[in-house]
Nanobody
């Protein structure tokens, strides 16, 4: 009922920037929180940044001051601007969106993931 499509990953040198995008579509009545997670090889998935419907944000400590999450409610999109990238930011990045469908069901969906690789 809800689809998430991510884009923007790639290979970048340390100190560089990337911008990830995630578009939500389908039977969406409203979206609550939108978030980005990441999972490095051999590690657990971890929350990177989250933004609520009112625009409140929170970040994991290691990305504070370097990453910025934002959303476009009219387009049902969430973005992650990543600056000053470090090799330890290398991971598959996933967007996560939760909300209510047009038939009044709560949803919580994940994107397919996009690879971010930061070379030293």
């Amino acid at each position: 009922q809800v689809q998430l499509v991510e884009s923007g990953g790639g290979l970048v040198q340390a100190g560089g920037s990337l911008r990830l995008s995630c578009a939500a579509s389908g039977r969406i009545f409203s979206i609550n929180a939108m978030a980005w997670y990441r999972q490095a090889a051999g590690k657990q998935r971890e929350l990177v940044a989250r933004i609520t419907s009112s625009g409140s944000t929170n970040y994991r400590d290691s990305v504070k001051g370097r990453f910025t999450i934002s959303r476009d409610n009219a387009k049902n999109m969430v973005y992650l601007q990543m600056n000053s990238l470090k090799p330890e930011d290398t991971a598959v990045y996933y967007c996560n969106v939760d909300g209510i469908t047009t038939d009044w069901r709560r949803f919580d969906y994940w994107g397919q993931g996009t690879q971010v690789t930061v070379s030293s």
